[in-house]
């Protein structure tokens, strides 16, 4: 868990000085909209930065705009992929 909460204060701070001008916070999706998940789904409050980063993490694990979405094994692999590197706060005692 200690580990979880360096990675996240690391990762928050490089995410801060890629997106300097993006202040406050944005809802997250826990599973996002375009890999399947439900637009009423599970979301984690998030500094906009940080949810950039997240955001740019999972594009990169699978392209937006495919027409299509991740097989459910596929998707679970990006979402422990991507939430190894940028975990959510709230899910490691940590309120943004």
Do not use: C
């Amino acid at each position: 868990m200690l580990q979880a909460r360096q990675l996240y204060l690391q990762r928050l701070k490089e995410a801060q000085a890629t997106y300097p001008n993006s202040a406050g916070y944005e809802n997250h999706h826990l599973i996002p909209m375009y890999l399947g998940g439900a637009k009423d789904g599970q979301t984690y409050r998030l500094p906009t930065a940080y949810h950039k980063a997240i955001t740019r993490a999972f594009r990169e694990e699978w392209q937006y705009g495919q027409g299509r979405r991740p097989d459910p094994q596929a998707l679970t692999d990006i979402l422990v992929r991507v939430y190894s590197r940028y975990p959510v706060p709230q899910l490691i005692g940590i309120s943004p």
